[in-house]
């Protein structure tokens, strides 16, 4: 088991504390606010019911999670250290001296700056190359971006380690190679900020509308395509220089007050906190926070469909754990039912009953049978070369609900194999307790005329070698049952 310290448990620290969690690594937390424990706890409730569900596959078992009044002993032997305190330097470094005092000097610092280039961080340091910049995005157990902004100092060995530890945590390094204040999204962020300030200032728009104006058009066509690529189709066929051409000119029109900030006078502060409130007031942090979630959560599933983008990343991410998920042909104990899925419950498969949503356990259920056909030798190779299974029929029991974050498996026992018929009956369950049934009759077919005809013999034989191991099992409680004609 792998272990990070935290340090600076803010909203930025809890995010970063329930990624490595729920990555599986050991967490050690040390942060001097007394309320630290119940914030962290409360972004780790949110995570859990959000990040898990994002993967296909089962995220390793959650690491440990403990806190520490001493610095010293948080970062003791630590392979990774995240640094969140708030965006002072004379406090950043400071810190940094008390870690590099007692850490690992093979152990990596990263920082959380939104705006320090890293070879500020680095001045005056133990070990200056010890020190990157790992700048990440609000919130941190979902959004896979973090900016890894490096200066010489920095080794190539230390870079690459940097780079495959945030990847085995589900994220996407980008690398800053040459440091600049505020990085690259930060820049970005600043200067549509800038422009929102005096669009309420100068009485344009309230925060409301800005908000509006961001979330139905370009912030969701930001989420997929970026800036370059949305406007290279906005060219249209004589694409990015045609683009330039007919948009370049307006830049040094009035469209934008650049670099001016308003000034941040009493006044303003009022009137963009009242219109915030007057906007957003009726949620609570926390409930905007899983209001948010719930969106990101359905947003990047679409990416994953598409393998596009943020999607890619997590397909990546999944790939990655995929061979230790599930056991095959010769690792299952073949003499009891079969995993066939484990998972956990994404937010967007629950509904407004607040639980596992009906259409949802059939999709489990049929991921569980294409792993089972998996198993047997129908995999993608087989079905490119013309042969498949289709569904015939299915029933499903609920027995009782899964929230979402749930971790739940199936278990297939093959109630028949044998020629074109495959005969499964499915039991999901969360932990020890039984959430559902489902029992799917299959038949082999030609993908070229789209009837039934006999497996390969491989299939066949894999059946039968399950056949005769499950010989001994019960048949199912509830297996060949229908729903009965009311008294
Ligand atoms: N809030 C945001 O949207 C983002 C913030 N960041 C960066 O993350 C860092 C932290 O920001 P937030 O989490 O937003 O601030 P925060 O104010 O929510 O949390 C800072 C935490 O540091 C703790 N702290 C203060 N002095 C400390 C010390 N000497 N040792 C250990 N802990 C100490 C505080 O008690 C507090 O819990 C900043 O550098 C910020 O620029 C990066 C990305 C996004
Ligand atoms: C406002 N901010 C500069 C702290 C924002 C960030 O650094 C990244 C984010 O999550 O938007």
Known sequence: MTTAAII??????????????????????????????????????????????????????????????????????????????????????????????????????????????????????????????????NPVYLLPLIELVTTPENSPEMIERAKEIMR????????????????????????????????????????????????????????????????????????????????????????????????????????????????????????????????????????KAQNWGAGAVLNRHDAALKPKALPDLDSADLSQPILTLSRAVPLDWTDYNGHMTESKYLEAFANATDRFMEIIGCDADYIASGGSYFTAETHIRHLDEAHAGARIRVETQMLLGQGKKLHLFHRMYEGDKLLATGESFLLHVSLETRKPCAPSPKIEAAMARIAEAQAGLPYPEGAGSAIRKPA
């Open 8 to 137: 600076g448990g803010g909203v930025i620290g809890g995010g970063w504390a329930a990624r490595f969690l729920l990555n599986g690594w050991d967490v050690r937390v040390f942060d001097p606010d007394p309320e630290a424990e119940r914030k962290i706890g409360e972004v780790l409730a949110n995570a859990r019911r959000s990040l898990p569900g994002l993967s296909d596959v089962p995220l390793p078992p959650e690491g440990k999670l403990s806190f520490h009044t001493d610095l010293a002993e948080a970062v003791k032997g630590v392979a990774w250290i995240q640094e969140s305190v708030p965006e002072r330097l004379d406090l950043k470094l400071k810190v940094y001296r008390s870690i590099q005092e007692a850490c690992d000097p093979q152990a990596i610092l990263g920082s959380s700056t939104s705006g320090f280039k890293p070879s500020e961080l680095q001045e005056g340091a133990l070990r200056p190359g010890q020190i990157v910049v790992t700048h990440p995005f």
């Open 168 to 303: 085995g945590l589900g994220q996407f390094p980008l690398h800053v190679r040459k440091e600049i204040d505020a990085h690259i999204a930060d820049r970005f962020l600043e200067a549509v900020w800038r422009e929102a300030l005096w669009l309420v200032k100068d009485g344009i728009a309230t925060t409301e509308e800005i908000d509006e104006a961001i979330r139905m058009g370009f912030g969701i066509r930001w989420a997929q395509m970026g800036l370059f690529e949305t406007y290279r189709v906005a060219g249209g066929e004589a694409g990015m220089k045609h683009f330039m051409a007919q948009f370049g000119p307006c830049l040094s029109w009035p469209w934008t007050k650049l670099m001016d900030v308003p000034e941040f006078t009493d006044e303003l502060v009022d009137l963009i906190a009242g219109q915030s409130d007057a906007q957003s007031g009726h949620h609570t942090i926390r409930e905007l926070e899983r209001i948010r979630d719930n969106n990101l959560v359905g947003m990047m599933r679409a990416l």
